[in-house]
T-cell receptor, first 112, second 108 residues
Framework: DVKVTQSSRYLVKRTGEKVFLECVQD?????MFWYRQDPGLGLRLIYF???????EKGDIPEGYSVSREKKERFSLILESASTNQTSMYLC???????????FGSGTRLTVV | KNEVEQSPQNLTAQEEEFITINCSYS?????LHWLQQHPGGGIVSLFM???GKKKHGRLIATINIQEKHSSLHITASHPRDSAVYIC??????????FGTGTRLQVFP
């Protein structure tokens, strides 16, 4: 089974800081996704990528950007962190041939 | 109105009880996923189904495409089943959409 690794489980950052959240997969899957999860709202898609250097906006891209320079790594960037970006962030990959998903263990980000 | 509705939002059960979690959706889909999230955040995919029924151990998932409805059943529930269960339909030609989850607590 593919392994999806998110670099940090817990992160505390200050308002205005630039924040990088990293997601790394150990296989060759093209499709990668970043979600945020908030109580009562469920998971919401921020950005996704179908291949290297490709990126597409999800439902809530404002305040975020992404980078995919290598197939195995998909980075979420908060250019200037704000308190309303305090959330659980989850990365996922999709098996294109089978359609299933594997999720990372999540990064709980607190912006103070 | 949400595209995905789950019920109940919270569920408390005694060990060994039979549990059912329901999911209704309003869009056309190609498949539906059931996900499990334990405290601490990690999400595990339990099932992906596009018709009929699937079984894995004590877990059973069913889907009725015509009625736009899916159910997740847990037989002989156990405290280790305590988690949040999330229904996630996959829209045609599009991406996953998510229910807000059902929080299940199973007591000994």
């Amino acid at each position: 089974d593919v392994k999806v690794t998110q670099s940090s489980r817990y992160l505390v950052k200050r308002t205005g800081e630039k924040v990088f959240l990293e997601c790394v997969q150990d296989m060759d899957h093209e499709n990668m996704f970043w979600y945020r999860q908030d109580p009562g709202l469920g998971l919401r898609l921020i950005y996704f990528s179908y291949d290297v250097k490709m990126k597409e906006k999800g439902d809530i891209p404002e305040g975020y950007s992404v980078s995919r320079e290598k197939k195995e790594r998909f980075s979420l960037i908060l250019e200037s962190a704000s308190t309303n970006q305090t959330s659980m962030y989850l990365c996922a990959i999709q098996y294109r041939d089978r359609g299933g998903y594997t999720f990372g263990s999540g990064t709980r980000l607190t912006v103070v | 109105k949400n595209e995905v509705e789950q019920s109940p939002q919270n569920l408390t059960a005694q060990e060994e009880e039979f549990i059912t979690i329901n999911c209704s959706y309003s869009v056309g889909i190609s498949a539906l996923h059931w996900l499990q999230q334990h405290p601490g955040g990690g999400i595990v995919s339990l099932f992906m189904l596009s018709s009929g029924k699937k079984k894995h151990g004590r877990l059973i998932a069913t889907i009725n495409i015509q009625e736009k409805h899916s159910s997740l059943h847990i037989t002989a529930s156990h405290p280790r089943d305590s988690a949040v269960y999330i229904c996630a339909p996959h829209r045609h030609g599009d991406k996953l959409i998510f229910g807000t989850g059902t929080r299940l607590q199973v007591f000994p």
